[in-house]
């Protein structure tokens, strides 16, 4: 049996365009890309901090260093420039590594500059 795992995030990155002309997709900075584990064209689910809207679409790579989120096609009708997002990947785990198992998880400040990186969420207190 499989369970559906986090497999990586990018916490409170903030969108720097919204392309609604463009092919489809979300443009996300190489280095971030592969600072998190996530493959171009893989897919993605986008939660919107400041709007409440989630949906989903695949990852393609925009320049490296460029600190890029660019919300393409339909999506961006859901997400404007400065929003604040959350972007995840999923993958499928057998339950016998579940126990070991650690997502990658990248956290952000200003100007979407990486503050700090965990594979773990601390247990919410009461």
Not at 19 to 28: P, T
Not at 40 to 56: M, S
């Amino acid at each position: 049996m499989y369970s559906t795992m986090l497999k990586a995030k990018l916490h409170r990155v903030s969108v720097t365009h919204a392309e609604l002309d463009y092919e489809g997709s979300c443009a996300i900075d190489s280095d971030l890309l592969d600072m998190a584990g996530i493959q171009e064209y893989e897919q993605i689910h986008i939660y919107n901090i400041n709007n409440g809207e989630r949906f989903a679409t695949y990852a393609i790579r925009a320049e490296a260093g460029s600190g890029i989120i660019s919300i393409n096609g339909a999506a961006a009708h859901k997400a404007s420039p400065k929003d604040l997002v959350i972007i995840c990947a999923y993958t499928s785990i057998p339950q016998a590594e579940m126990a070991s198992y650690k997502p990658k998880m990248v956290y952000f400040g200003e100007d979407n500059k990486v503050s700090h990186t965990s594979n773990s969420i601390p247990v919410q207190a009461a």
